[in-house]
């Protein structure tokens, strides 16, 4: 097992030869192995399981290999004497949700995230409903390459409980947080046959929409690519347009990332996702006269200055982190911060759900729809307006960026205030910046920026490619 690819997000792999029986095995062991001596589970002894059971929640995407690892995972975890509740299809920000205020002791999230449907993973959830620390993960490493783990102990074998009416427990939640709309908005949502499939159409009837459906049966298979990028939302876009839609709704499989089409059939950009969402989250605190308990929006180094200049319309200020969910919760955290989130769609808000979450975008998105009385289209339009480049490069030229390369980027952009917390990021007097980090799932570096003009652009980011070229 390669445990590089072992982090705060989970492990994902390929199937068949970087995920297989033996490697699910493993990641479970080592993940219940922490839980099982610590006061979680009653005490500091392995023994004491027998006396206090751990009970711990498991949902999964809608990948049909989430069936038989769900399988393996639920025998993994009985046999060492652990209580479990089968969720079935569930969304990441749900199981997040669910094991906190349900009181479990730890979850299991069984999804692979926008990878390819060839792909699947786990993610691991403590009982505070927040994907575990780094701290955590680096036990879970050292116990796998000790072999160090608690054996299994069948003569205290678990028990298995299926749960139904956890989707609906969540949904209801979303829908209690949020205003019923006054107006029946027409609303079509793409969750690419998966966790969306199950949650979307009465979580949005609850809200007062109007509901259509496409790529919408949980067939274990995917119509179309995972990842929701405008390209992959050809057929929303269509549809949108065709049935005369108010707006249309894209998810990726696991359900925390959320895209948008406008009423023209029109993909939005994706980093305008977050920045309308703080538009709502901070139009509505203003209106409540509770603005000033805000805190700042926390954002992390890739995402786009549009949502932090959506925040100065308002007086908030901009924190932000390493990129990565995780870190954007713990900054937040650190801050006091009431919204965050990620420019690839990820909304953080806090009150309702201390996570990415497609699902409270959504409600966000249409409850400024209705107090602006603005189409999606003219919302975009009002947006302040970047030029952003994203790419990447090979990871042979990312190991020497790690040696040697740092210095030359800095002499190379000395002219911009630095931030090394997450790569290198240069931030310009013109508002344009640059960032050139590892990425931490792929063997790639990606070099990501924005400016007002496509000439700035494009000048930041080919003399950063030529500076680690060889």
Not at 42 to 60: A, D, M, P, V, W
Not at 87 to 103: A, C, M, Q
Not at 243 to 251: C, E, K, N, P, W
Not at 327 to 334: L, P, Q
Request: proline content about 3%.
């Amino acid at each position: 097992m390669n445990l590089d690819r072992l982090t705060i997000s989970g492990f994902r792999g390929l199937l068949g030869t970087e995920l297989t029986d033996e490697t699910v095995v493993l990641l479970v062991k080592a993940f219940i192995d922490p839980l099982l001596v610590s006061p979680l589970a009653g005490g500091e002894s392995h023994n004491k399981k027998q006396t206090n059971k751990l009970h711990i929640l498991i949902g999964r995407d809608g990948r049909e290999s989430g069936i038989h690892i769900e399988e393996i995972i639920v025998k993994t975890l009985v046999e060492n004497g652990i209580n479990v509740t089968v969720g079935g299809i569930l969304t990441t920000p749900s199981v997040l949700y669910l094991t906190k205020t349900l009181t479990f002791d730890a979850g299991i999230i069984i999804t692979a995230s926008h990878n390819p449907i060839e792909y699947n993973g786990l993610k691991f959830v403590n009982n505070d409903g927040f994907f575990v620390s780094h701290e955590f993960i680096q036990k879970m490493k050292d116990g796998i390459n000790l072999g160090d783990m608690v054996p299994n102990n069948e003569s205290v074998m678990g028990e298995i409980i299926y749960d139904s009416t956890l989707a609906k427990r969540y949904t209801d939640h979303i829908i209690s947080s949020f205003s019923k709309l006054k107006t029946k908005m027409r609303v079509i949502v793409d969750p690419v046959n998966s966790s969306g499939s199950i949650m979307s159409p009465e979580f949005l009837r609850g809200l007062g929409c109007e509901v259509i459906m496409i790529n919408d049966e949980p067939i274990g298979i995917f119509a179309r690519q995972a990842e929701p990028n405008p390209q992959a939302l050809l057929e929303l876009g269509r549809a949108t347009l065709g049935y005369a839609m108010d707006i249309g709704f894209g998810l990726d499989p696991d359900g925390d990332r959320l895209a948008l089409v406008d009423e023209n059939g029109i993909p939005v950009f994706e980093e305008y996702t977050l920045a309308l969402c703080a538009k709502a989250v901070y139009e509505k605190l203003k209106k409540e006269n509770v603005l000033s308990s805000a805190g700042p929006l926390v954002i992390n180094l890739s995402s786009s200055n549009t949502s932090s200049d959506v925040a100065k319309e308002y007086g908030i200020e901009t924190k932000r982190s390493k990129v990565g969910e995780a870190n954007v919760v713990e900054k937040m955290i650190e801050n006091n911060s009431m919204f965050g989130g990620e420019g690839s769609g990820g909304v953080i808000f806090r009150p309702v759900n201390f996570c990415r979450d497609s699902f409270v975008g959504m409600a966000l998105i249409l409850n400024l729809m209705e107090e602006t009385g603005k189409k999606l289209s003219v919302l975009v339009d009002e947006l302040p307006k970047y030029i952003m480049a994203k790419t990447k490069i090979s990871q042979v030229i990312g190991d020497r960026l790690q040696v040697t390369e740092n210095q030359k980027l800095k002499d190379l952009f000395k002219n911009g205030d630095l931030d090394d917390s997450d790569g290198l990021r240069f931030d310009f007097s013109d508002s344009s910046w640059i960032q050139i980090r590892a990425s931490n799932t792929e063997p790639i570096v990606r070099i990501y920026g924005e400016a007002k003009t496509q000439e700035r652009i494009d000048e930041l980011v080919n003399l950063a490619k030529k500076t680690l070229s060889y």
